[in-house]
T-cell receptor, first 114, second 113 residues
Framework: ETGVTQSPTHLIKTRGQQVTLRCSSQSGHNTVSWYQQALGQGPQFIFQYYREEENGRGNFPPRFSGLQFPNYSSELNVNALELDDSALYLC?????????????FGQGTRLTVV | AQTVTQSQPEMSVQEAETVTLSCTYDTSESDYYLFWYKQPPSRQMILVIRQEAYKQQNATENRFSVNFQKAAKSFSLKISDSQLGDAAMYFCALGEYGNKLVFGAGTILRVKS
């Protein structure tokens, strides 16, 4: 059973550019959530996908968008990058939407916007 | 709105000793879970322990246990017999239906040999 994998691990982008981050969910998991973790802070919920549909969104602007594919892998897209978008982006997959279901996290993508 | 507060930015413990990390939360829901996640320097979040709000009995996982005080909305983590490998950032998190987690700001735990 493979775990959650994210790519790339590190990325440097220029302000105003666009970026796509990728996440392969754990085998059998149909739910993927994305979090933004600024330096020294706790992760903040961006959005969640369940069976290819968006299932909730945190307090992030529309330039943060996502997709979930039929194999339940997922992408996070960020347009018009701003310096404050520099953060660790974490993907978590889970078996279902239950409140107590364990979320399995990837190692994250470190995005630096210059 | 759900909130999670960790008031200890950093804690230190001697190897083999016991340490308690504090967490308070707020939610209007009656059905929820509380979690402690560990984030080592490798960055990957690892679930340490979870507690269902409906269960009065405190959860225990080997050296890790919680003190869940529902009325006070308090959820502390006790680590017994601390080991060097326990050094990490610890996050308290609140989860409701939909499994969207609300995290606290974290507590850095340092273990001294």
């Amino acid at each position: 059973e493979t775990g959650v994998t994210q790519s790339p691990t590190h990325l440097i982008k220029t302000r105003g550019q666009q970026v796509t981050l990728r996440c392969s969910s754990q085998s059998g998991h149909n739910t993927v959530s994305w979090y933004q973790q600024a330096l020294g802070q706790g992760p903040q919920f961006i959005f969640q996908y369940y069976r290819e549909e968006e299932n909730g969104r945190g307090n992030f602007p529309p330039r943060f968008s996502g997709l979930q594919f039929p194999n339940y892998s997922s992408e996070l897209n960020v347009n018009a990058l701003e310096l404050d978008d520099s953060a660790l982006y974490l993907c978590a997959s889970s078996l279902d939407l239950g409140a107590g279901t364990e979320a399995f996290f990837g190692q994250g993508t470190r995005l630096t916007v210059v | 709105a759900q909130t999670v507060t960790q008031s200890q930015p950093e804690m230190s413990v001697q190897e083999a000793e016991t340490v308690t990390l504090s967490c308070t939360y707020d939610t209007s829901e009656s059905d929820y879970y509380l979690f402690w996640y560990k984030q080592p320097p490798s960055r990957q979040m690892i679930l340490v322990i979870r507690q269902e709000a409906y269960k009065q009995q405190n959860a225990t996982e080997n050296r890790f246990s919680v003190n869940f005080q529902k009325a006070a909305k308090s959820f502390s983590l006790k680590i017994s017999d601390s080991q060097l490998g326990d050094a990490a950032m610890y996050f308290c998190a609140l989860g409701e239906y939909g499994n969207k987690l609300v995290f606290g700001a974290g507590t850095i735990l340092r273990v001294k040999s």
